[in-house]
């Protein structure tokens, strides 16, 4: 590492930056490339959250109409051990996949909170309206 | 609503009981398809969860080498913006996009901090060795 490392410590990496010096360029060009794979993950993940809690939704009205309380212990144990098994099978952390999991079954249940608080109204989630 | 439903309000959803609520079985049937939906969703998810963690831990690799902070907050305004506006192209609240955001990205700089402080060493993240 180059005495002028610490230039970098709180550095946005633009090509002006590269430019100066030339022998971060090549890291600079590498990570502009990874950045647009992480970005096109990002738009599918979003994507797929997107379906996710269209589809919770659904299952918040029906357990709303239903009299279902929004927690199902049963079926929170059933979703930890298969994202755990899936996230090692994917080569993932699975401590990652049990933060994504506590994540969108935490704001399911908000939802599916507002839902029955609203008599089964899904377009209390209706923040576009 | 029934008279029973605070029978529900701490239970398990299964067949069992549907059959003792027939009313309620017909809710029950639904719920399980969606859940099927919404367990494909999370396979898909955690797929994309471990390409999008390969694919930072290249960048922190990169990033400890060239001696650049783990932190980029031109990077991270930028990702907030385009969540944002993919999230209301998907039909998404905009908040859950953020929260996503800043679950990958808080521990996405969590592991360029270690491969940083293991010399650049991304076996630091290696959870399955």
Chains 1, 2 share one sequence.
Do not use: C
């Amino acid at each position: 590492m180059s005495e002028t490392s610490s230039d970098w410590q709180k550095t946005t990496i633009d090509s002006a930056q590269a430019a100066a010096h030339p022998e971060t360029a090549q890291a600079v060009a590498r990570i502009k490339a990874l950045r647009q794979t992480i970005d096109n993950i990002d738009s599918a993940a979003i994507a797929l959250l997107a379906e996710r809690f269209k589809t919770t939704s659904q299952v918040g009205v029906l357990k709303a109409n239903a009299g279902f309380a929004p927690e199902d212990t049963k079926r929170e144990d059933y979703q930890i051990e298969r994202l755990h098994r899936i996230a090692i099978d994917a080569g993932l952390d699975p401590e990652i996949a049990e933060m994504y999991r506590e994540f969108v079954v935490t704001e399911a249940k908000k939802r599916h909170q507002r839902i029955a608080d609203a008599g089964g109204d899904p377009g209390v989630l209706d923040v576009f309206a």
